[in-house]
């Protein structure tokens, strides 16, 4: 089922195939889980489709294989296993790939999701392909933070935004697709992303959002055993439950400030705790990027557990 929210998009790289105005370098620009991938299948499933009146036609051999990554026209990278990051070797052999003639004598497709995840050395290598793409090359970029792609990659892609859906819009689309279940709570959770929803199980994102919560709840208040619970974290589900960690902590950051509040002086000291709170604003943000450093670091060699049991005692530490 085509998303409605990516319709408008849908149209106009429709209309640019149909008059031969397609670019050969796309970076299409998503909020977090709106859909910038599946847009980017979408794209290659057309461009490939042995029926150009009616591509993408959904039922050819062409768009089959494309839809399930299986066509030897399409190549797609993503980052290997429980890396964070693209790395060199996977562009070089993306950019050899995409030199060779097409098997079907048509396009040769690309795919780099999520291409934000390159690091430099990576996108060094890409860059030479965009600077001479072959003929019939088309290379798409998926990012949600562009900002961190090279100047020089930027420059050479035509943009294209894939903004996040209203929430009813998401809750629509997931349930024709996946089927009913409590939609609303899992976007709670994970944000109106409503692609990385339909790769979860609703009873599991509820489940764990409800224990993180009790968790870090019991720790806020002084109770609890930090040690126990964060090894419990750590073995399983962990990008979830930091997600669940990183809402609690935004919670209650906002309801520090307030959502239209803004701090118009410098302090010297701590920030103020407000009514009946007992961690101060600047401790809070400190275990916001604490746990935005974990969610940011599955590459690197780090004890989790710990830095779980450690984020716990401070909380601890907080309600002392």
């Given at each position: 089922?085509?998303?409605?929210?990516?319709e408008?998009?849908?149209?106009?790289?429709?209309?640019?195939?149909?008059?031969g105005?397609?670019?050969?370098a796309?970076?299409?620009?998503e909020?977090?889980?709106?859909?910038g991938?599946?847009?980017?299948?979408?794209?290659?499933?057309?461009?490939?489709?042995?029926?150009?009146?009616?591509?993408?036609?959904q039922?050819?051999?062409?768009?089959q294989?494309?839809?399930?990554?299986?066509?030897?026209d399409?190549?797609v990278v993503?980052?290997?296993?429980?890396?964070?990051?693209?790395?060199?070797?996977?562009v070089?052999?993306l950019?050899?790939?995409?030199?060779?003639?097409?098997?079907?004598?048509?396009?040769k497709?690309?795919?780099l999701?999520p291409?934000?995840?390159?690091?430099?050395?990576?996108?060094?290598a890409?860059l030479k392909t965009?600077?001479?793409p072959?003929q019939g090359?088309?290379?798409?970029?998926?990012?949600?933070?562009?900002?961190?792609?090279?100047?020089?990659?930027?420059?050479?892609?035509?943009?294209?935004r894939?903004?996040?859906?209203?929430?009813?819009d998401?809750?629509?689309?997931?349930?024709?697709?996946?089927?009913?279940?409590?939609?609303?709570?899992?976007?709670?959770?994970?944000?109106?992303?409503?692609?990385?929803?339909?790769?979860?199980?609703?009873?599991?994102?509820?489940?764990?959002?409800?224990?993180?919560?009790?968790?870090?709840?019991?720790?806020?208040?002084?109770?609890?055993?930090?040690?126990?619970?964060a090894?419990?974290?750590?073995r399983?589900?962990?990008?979830?439950?930091?997600?669940?960690v990183?809402?609690?902590?935004?919670?209650?950051?906002?309801?520090?400030?307030?959502?239209?509040?803004?701090?118009?002086?410098?302090?010297?000291?701590a920030?103020?705790?407000?009514?009946?709170?007992?961690?101060?604003?600047?401790?809070?943000?400190?275990?916001?990027?604490?746990?935005?450093?974990?969610?940011?670091?599955?590459?690197?060699?780090?004890?989790?557990?710990?830095?779980?049991?450690?984020?716990?005692?401070?909380?601890?530490a907080g309600?002392?």
């Amino acid at each position: 089922m085509t998303p409605a929210w990516l319709e408008p998009e849908i149209a106009r790289l429709r209309g640019a195939y149909t008059a031969g105005r397609l670019p050969h370098a796309l970076l299409i620009h998503e909020a977090p889980g709106a859909g910038g991938e599946w847009l980017a299948g979408w794209v290659a499933q057309m461009v490939l489709c042995s029926n150009r009146q009616e591509a993408p036609c959904q039922r050819c051999t062409s768009c089959q294989r494309a839809s399930k990554g299986q066509h030897p026209d399409l190549t797609v990278v993503r980052p290997l296993e429980a890396s964070t990051q693209i790395r060199i070797e996977q562009v070089r052999e993306l950019a050899a790939e995409l030199a060779l003639t097409a098997h079907q004598s048509g396009y040769k497709v690309g795919i780099l999701s999520p291409a934000d995840s390159m690091n430099r050395f990576s996108a060094n290598a890409l860059l030479k392909t965009l600077e001479e793409p072959s003929q019939g090359t088309l290379l798409m970029l998926v990012a949600s933070q562009p900002s961190r792609l090279p100047a020089t990659i930027l420059s050479r892609c035509q943009r294209v935004r894939v903004r996040a859906p209203e929430r009813d819009d998401a809750i629509a689309w997931l349930q024709a697709t996946r089927g009913p279940a409590d939609w609303g709570s899992v976007l709670a959770v994970l944000g109106t992303a409503p692609m990385a929803a339909a790769g979860a199980d609703p009873a599991t994102v509820v489940e764990v959002a409800a224990e993180v919560r009790h968790g870090l709840d019991e720790a806020a208040s002084g109770g609890g055993d930090p040690v126990a619970t964060a090894e419990r974290w750590a073995r399983s589900e962990l990008p979830l439950r930091l997600t669940c960690v990183e809402n609690w902590l935004t919670e209650r950051i906002r309801g520090q400030v307030g959502a239209s509040s803004h701090f118009t002086e410098v302090r010297a000291g701590a920030h103020p705790r407000g009514h009946g709170k007992s961690l101060d604003l600047h401790q809070l943000f400190g275990l916001l990027d604490a746990v935005r450093e974990l969610k940011s670091s599955f590459d690197a060699p780090i004890n989790r557990g710990l830095a779980l049991e450690s984020l716990l005692r401070s909380l601890s530490a907080g309600a002392a």
